[in-house]
């Protein structure tokens, strides 16, 4: 980005205005609107040992005006890339020209797809023109310890600089999702979820050494109205991959399946207050990510990482 696109920017997300001087005419432009932008990082690949500011190339007072931060990383995980690739082929038979005269009745049935668009639009519109929630009732305590905990990491991280806007932007998320919600007033739990939203984000533009340990840190915050099977699939595939990671090095050469202690599994779990896994066991989520549970030898989930 060039300073004078670096300095509108600045501009319009500072004052909420956009300064014209155009063939002798100067003029000052309202631009009360959510800004949205996407940058790709310097070399083409994300590097998890840089700070966000040093992968994307800008400003440190530019990037604090930002709500949310979101780091869409290329991960390499079997089942997320096998799904991908089945997508992309599938979508290139089905809008094959072949395809098209001779279409698969299949396709044809009824897809369950969740809200249908124009209801979605409806709904986003009605929200936007008649809700307008108030802040009833604010857990200052909270918000003010919050506040000096990221200050605190943020100075020791050397990361993205916390400020008051911050504080802001905790606001304007609670105030969203209660309006998502066609509240009139902002509840705690609109508060928690931005808490955990804006953690995410903050946390998510970390390096690669300190990330770990912030999210040790806040996870009191993190784990608020989280599906648990995701944490725990999460924790799962970590414990995969270092035992991936381990058999690999000791006995080289390609490793089919690994095996997790569960009593390993359960011991994190119980850290994030999450005591029963048998529904996780028996969850789709589960299967669906190639991970059996041997009730014969219950102590050892194995993960297929063919």
């Known amino acids: 980005m060039n300073d004078a696109d670096r300095t509108s920017i600045h501009e319009a997300m500072e004052q909420q205005t956009i300064s ?10 309202q631009a009360r609107c959510a800004i949205i932008a996407a940058s790709n990082p310097i070399g083409g690949r994300y590097d998890p040992s840089l700070t966000f500011a040093e992968n994307v190339d800008l400003t440190e007072p530019i990037l604090s005006r930002f709500d949310v931060l979101c780091v869409v990383r290329d991960t390499v995980d079997p089942v997320i890339d096998e799904k991908m690739a089945r997508f992309v082929t599938g979508s290139h038979v089905r809008h094959h020209p072949s395809n098209m005269m001779n279409p ?4 044809d049935q009824p897809q369950n797809d969740g809200v249908k668009q124009d209801l979605l639009k409806k709904y986003i519109m009605y929200a936007r023109t008649k809700i307008k929630p108030k802040l ?7 918000i003010a310890s ?3 905990e990221l200050r605190r990491e943020s100075m020791a991280t050397g990361s993205i600089p916390i400020t008051v806007r911050h504080i802001e932007s905790m606001i304007r998320l609670s105030e969203a999702h209660a309006k998502v919600h066609l509240r009139e007033y902002v509840r705690e739990d609109d508060i928690n979820i931005a808490i955990r939203i804006m953690l995410e984000s903050f946390i998510d533009t970390q390096k690669f050494s300190v990330m770990k340990n912030m999210k040790h840190t806040f996870s009191k915050y993190l784990a608020y109205k989280k599906d648990n099977n995701e944490l725990l699939l999460f924790i799962l595939k970590q414990l995969a991959k270092d035992q991936m990671v381990y058999s690999r090095s000791r006995h080289g050469g390609d490793i089919q399946t690994v ?4 009593e390993e599994l359960e011991d994190k779990a119980r850290q994030i207050n999450i005591h ?24 050892h989930p194995s993960h297929d990482v063919k």
């Open 136 to 142: 009833h009732y604010v857990d200052q305590d909270k």
């Open 146 to 148: 919050l506040y000096a």
């Open 104 to 107: 698969d009745p299949s396709d």
């Open 276 to 299: 029963n896994l048998q529904p996780f066991y028996e969850s789709e989520l589960f299967l669906t990510n190639r991970f059996v549970h041997d009730k014969k030898n219950k102590n």
């Open 20 to 29: 014209i001087s155009k063939a002798g005419i100067v003029a000052q432009l």
């Open 259 to 262: 095996e997790i202690s569960a």
